[in-house]
């Protein structure tokens, strides 16, 4: 099994809602990724989880809250969130401590309304 | 200045055409990762390189430590390679971020 997978693959949401995206891969991989990426823009980091422990917050709004119950699942809360913060939002996941290749979902599309 | 760039932006080829993608970056690595996007999101990791020449199927790496650069190839390209290329690379710190360069969206013509 070399899948990441995310659900829901879209979702409209409004700016009072309490929502979550959920990233799940069973390849043993110790590390992973929440990306957020506008259209033709590439993907930016929001947050690196290692083994199960967030070791990168990249300045991300504390509207988006992630969590990582166990080593196989990553989930991305949504609270109160913005129009701007429509978006796709990228799982990934790879292998450490030598890092090897990563290994995206297909993303889930939000639309804020 | 971006720390990871990419040329071109835009590319247009007829099936069969020998196509290079460059990335130039400005930072130390300790490795680069070449990565396919479709349309529709999902990305695909087609190399992961810290020296030398990759090679699966039609496609190429290389990677020029030295000159910070690196390119793609792809041979006998087809439609189906219509995508958005994008490089990124890993600092040398052994962090786990990627920086990422702005990707170079190719279209293949039959």
């Known amino acids: 099994d070399t899948e990441v997978t995310q659900t829901p693959k879209h979702l409209v949401m409004g700016m009072t809602n309490k929502k979550s995206l959920k990233c799940e891969q069973h390849?043993?991989?110790?590390?992973m990724y929440w990306y957020k990426q506008k259209a033709k823009k590439p993907p930016e980091l929001m947050f690196v989880?290692?083994?199960?422990?967030?070791?990168i917050n990249e300045s991300v709004p504390s509207r988006f809250s992630p969590e990582c119950p166990n080593s196989s699942l990553l989930n991305l809360h949504l609270h109160a969130l913005q129009p701007e913060d429509s978006a796709l939002y990228l799982c990934?996941?790879?292998?450490?401590?030598?890092?090897?290749?990563?290994?995206f979902g297909e993303g889930s599309r939000l639309t804020v309304l | 200045k971006n720390e990871v760039e990419q040329s071109p932006q835009n590319l247009t080829a007829q099936e069969e055409e020998f196509i290079t993608i460059n990335c130039s970056y400005s930072?130390?690595?300790?490795?680069l990762h070449w990565l396919q996007q479709h349309p529709g999101g999902g990305i695909v990791s087609l190399f992961m390189l810290s020296s030398g020449k990759k090679k699966h199927g039609r496609l190429i790496a290389t990677i020029n430590i030295q000159e910070k650069h690196s390119s793609l190839h792809i041979t006998a390209s087809h439609p189906r390679d219509s995508a958005v290329y994008i490089c990124a690379v890993r600092w040398g710190g052994g962090t786990d971020k990627l920086i990422f360069g702005t990707g170079t969206r190719l279209q293949v013509f039959p």
């Open positions: 930072v130390g690595i300790s490795a």
């Open positions: 990934a996941s790879s292998q450490i401590p030598m890092i090897r290749e990563l290994f």
């Open positions: 390849m043993g991989h110790r590390a």
């Open positions: 989880y290692s083994y199960e422990k967030l070791s």
